[in-house]
């Protein structure tokens, strides 16, 4: 089992549409939780970290289930410039920081 | 501010041959990270570093090395490449631990293609 699933997708909507992603980790003492996105060819970017308490940053909102052990991530009123990759990132190892990276969801919003 | 940058961004190698991947930030970041990223498998950490000087193994360190003399370079060396290690590295960095954010900064990545 991958420490870090999602489903690869394609997820492909319109323009407008709202649409979620979800990601499971098998740690169940990890401590931090991230979304990066990434382009195509292109270096991922940090989009949003998760919080128990679930946050929103615009058209963004992130919420983690720790019972469950997974996090989401919804996106509304979806743009064509949120085609991309989401990778769900988990901190399973506080003492490198290092990061555990999901293989990705792939969005595509068509106009 | 460049931040992260990454040099050469392609190579083409042949089995056997070696080359060295240059990372440099200049952020002051303590840590720095080698990643390689394969098709539906996501970033896999190489090696990392916690601070000048120091080096430690991640999660597929065979059959690359790595050095972090300056503090702003971290270099990844391939002795003997193979086309197993065919991909794309990633470098990336991030504060120490006096700050709690986990944010990475990535380089643009380099091409490898061992033939």
């Known amino acids: 089992r991958k420490e870090v699933e999602q489903d690869p997708g394609p997820f492909n909507v319109p323009e407008g549409a709202t649409v979620a992603f979800n990601c499971t980790y098998s740690?169940?003492?990890?401590?931090?939780f991230f979304w990066y996105r990434q382009d195509c060819r292109k270096e991922p970017k940090l989009l949003m970290s998760?919080?128990?308490s679930g946050n929103e940053d615009g058209r963004f909102t992130a919420q983690l289930n720790r019972a469950s052990q997974y996090i989401s991530l919804l996106i509304r009123d979806s743009k064509l410039s949120d085609s991309a990759t989401y990778l769900c990132?988990?901190?399973?190892?506080?003492?490198?920081?290092?990061?555990?990276f999901g293989s990705g969801t792939r969005l595509q919003v068509q106009p | 501010n460049a931040g992260v940058t990454q040099t050469p961004k392609f190579r083409v190698l042949k089995t056997g041959q070696s080359m060295t991947l240059l990372c440099a930030q200049d952020?002051?970041?303590?840590?720095m990270y080698w990643y390689r990223q394969d098709p539906g498998m996501g970033l896999r950490l190489i090696h990392y570093?916690?601070?000048?000087?120091?080096?430690a193994k991640g999660e597929v360190p065979d059959g690359y090395n790595v050095s972090r003399l300056k503090k702003q370079n971290f270099l990844l060396g391939l002795e003997s490449a193979a086309p197993s290690q065919t991909s794309v590295y990633f470098c990336?960095?991030?504060?120490?631990?006096?700050?709690?954010?986990?944010?990475?900064?990535f380089g643009p990545g380099t091409r490898l293609t061992v033939t």
């Open positions: 990336a960095s991030s504060y120490g631990l006096a700050d709690n954010s986990y944010e990475q900064y």
């Open positions: 740690n169940s003492a990890s401590q931090s």
């Open positions: 998760v919080y128990s």
């Open positions: 990132v988990v901190n399973m190892d506080t003492g490198r920081r290092a990061l555990t």
């Open positions: 952020m002051n970041h303590e840590y």
């Open positions: 570093s916690v601070g000048e000087g120091t080096t």
